[in-house]
């Protein structure tokens, strides 16, 4: 039970904006929030991860809802690059060894 | 960043016939890695957990004397498909991380095992 859920798909121009959104409604208090995505034929990639706060870094943003049962992943500026499945994952770190459970993620598109 | 490696990319075999894919990694050394399967149009499945020096955990549903993994060194794990068939063929992935709070996972290319 990957305990996410997530739109099965979603499309972007490129150069523009990209919100993915993950609704985790059951979600702990130890529970922080990853996203990988994957590129056809490939292992995923780690995209990012957050707690509480918003996160960014050079790939992406995270903005996670005040109350925690929600999470939104922003590519600031979407590229053909970026095309792939964007899983949005629980992680609990209580007593357990990192191991990831994946849902069925989000397949964005971009169209040129 | 680090980088975990696996080997080989892309694996054909008779059915009945055992394969070994390795999973390295590059950089860092891994206490734990762990195994996924993937197969077509489905998401990643956690098949099992190598443990550097102890035997591993399997997830429920695996089959243990079918999926051996062995974890030797800190910077290898291999899983052995033993007697495969037809319906094994799919998208083998590993991944390991540094520790355990609060780090990303880094993940092997993946293994194509095609079983004919």
């Known amino acids: 039970d990957a305990k996410t859920t997530q739109p099965n798909s979603m499309e972007s121009n490129e150069e523009e904006p990209v919100h993915l959104p993950c609704n985790h409604s059951?979600?702990?208090?130890?529970?922080?929030i990853h996203w990988y995505r994957q590129l056809p034929s490939q292992g995923p990639e780690y995209v990012i991860h957050g707690l509480t706060s918003n996160v960014n870094n050079r790939m992406a943003s995270l903005a996670i809802a005040e109350d925690r049962k929600s999470s939104t992943l922003i590519l600031h500026r979407a590229t053909l690059r970026d095309a792939a499945v964007y899983y949005c994952?629980?992680?609990?770190?209580?007593?357990?060894?990192?191991?990831?459970?994946f849902g069925k993620g989000t397949k964005l598109s971009v169209k040129p | 960043g680090a980088v975990v490696s696996q080997h080989p990319s892309r694996v054909i075999c008779k059915s009945g016939t055992s394969v070994k894919i390795e999973c390295r990694s590059l950089?860092?050394?891994?206490?734990?890695m762990f195994w996924y399967r993937q197969f077509p149009k489905q998401s990643l499945m956690l098949m099992a957990t190598s443990n550097e020096g102890s035997k591993a955990t399997y997830e429920q549903g695996v089959e243990k004397d079918k999926f051996l993994i062995n974890h030797a060194s800190l910077t290898l794990s291999t899983l052995t498909v033993t007697s495969a068939h037809p319906e094994d063929s799919s998208f083998y992935i590993c991944?390991?991380?540094?520790?355990?709070?609060?780090?990303?996972?880094?993940f092997g290319q993946g293994t194509r095992l095609t079983v004919v």
């Open positions: 991944s390991a991380s540094r520790g355990f709070l609060n780090t990303e996972a880094f």
């Open positions: 059951t979600i702990s208090g130890t529970d922080y």
């Open positions: 950089d860092f050394q891994a206490t734990t």
């Open positions: 994952i629980r992680m609990n770190y209580g007593g357990s060894q990192g191991n990831l459970i």
